[in-house]
């Protein structure tokens, strides 16, 4: 007993001197976050044509990919010699970040084995090998384990999880409140346009108008003997995306207002259909309710 627990202390000090060995190799971590850049810019520049059809870009990329294949595959090895592979305290699989390595890692050797031999046999139907290259889009996330600093940041994300569900529910029902005040308020005012009284035309810039005085009045584009009168049939905003004629749609509106991505343009079409005395308070109590209150929570959470 007292032999083994011996053995084990030896071997727990002989992978500390490894991993303190490797970790002062700093210029191969650099070599390694450049190799990973350059990764990421082959895969940028690669053009994917239908049919399996390729161009020489893409054949010389395909000779530079057994490059970093190699270079990755190497790391691999050195980090599972330094570290010991599953069974040791802080191995190199027990590290979350170093199992994505590996597994990207193995999922691209299979997948230029599987290249190889299938060339190699004429083979042109069976497994797609497409589906396993694919996986090389994950590489990118090789510097999570090559700069702390994102390791903390994806940490504290993954920790704050709970608390940011509990966020996401209160961003829902907010939402859903606005949805349904909107549908009570503006439901079909978003299909009254301008037509052409004579020809039948819309107007070339269509837009929502008022049959009344509150909105937009359709005389004011009355000229040269064109008459144009408002009238219902068009489609709406954004080819119809952006009403609150049912439910669905009203949330993706509301929606789109919190994240202040066109609230205003959302708010002057309503002010076209039916005047802006009141209807501004739905959408700046919207704003500041949901977009700088509600949806800066989120902040705070990853912050705390």
């Not at 190799?25 to 390694?32: D, Q």
């Not at 990755?72 to 592979?85: D, N, R, V, W």
């Not at 066109?262 to 739905?282: K, L």
């Amino acid at each position: 007993m007292f032999k083994g627990r011996h053995v084990l202390e030896k071997e727990i000090e002989v992978m500390e001197r490894r991993r303190v060995w490797w970790s002062n190799i700093k210029p191969f971590e650099w070599f390694i976050l450049l190799t990973i850049f350059a990764n990421c810019v082959a895969l940028a520049v690669y053009t994917p044509y239908p049919n399996s059809d390729s161009n020489d870009t893409n054949a010389q990329l395909e000779q530079i990919e057994i490059i970093f294949m190699v270079i990755f595959t190497l790391e691999c090895f050195m980090k599972i010699i330094a570290y010991g592979f599953v069974l040791h305290p802080g191995a190199y699989i027990r590290s979350v970040w170093n199992f994505l390595d590996f597994l990207i890692v193995v999922i691209g050797l299979v997948s230029g084995v599987l290249d190889f031999v299938m060339q190699g046999n004429g083979a042109e139907s069976g497994f797609d090998v497409k589906a396993l290259r694919a996986f090389r889009v994950l590489r990118p996330l090789r510097l999570v384990s090559g700069v702390p600093s994102l390791q903390v940041v994806l940490n504290s994300i993954v920790k704050a999880m709970v608390p940011l569900l509990n966020i996401a529910l209160l961003v829902v029902f907010v939402i859903i409140i606005y949805a349904i005040i909107g549908l009570e308020l503006f439901s079909g005012e978003l299909h009254f346009t301008c037509y052409n009284n004579e020809t039948g035309s819309r107007m070339e810039r269509p837009h929502p108008c008022d049959n009344g005085t509150a909105g937009f009045n359709c005389s004011e584009l009355n000229s040269e003997g064109k008459f144009f009168v408002c009238r219902d049939g068009w489609e709406g905003p954004n080819y119809g995306i952006t009403n609150f004629d049912n439910f669905g749609l009203a949330m993706l509106t509301v929606f789109q207002c919190i994240t202040m991505e066109g609230w205003t343009d959302m708010m002057y079409y309503i002010a076209d259909a039916m005047g802006n005395s009141w209807q501004w308070i739905f959408f700046v109590s919207m704003i500041i309710l949901g977009a700088f209150f509600v949806m800066n929570l989120i902040l705070g959470v990853l912050s705390g």
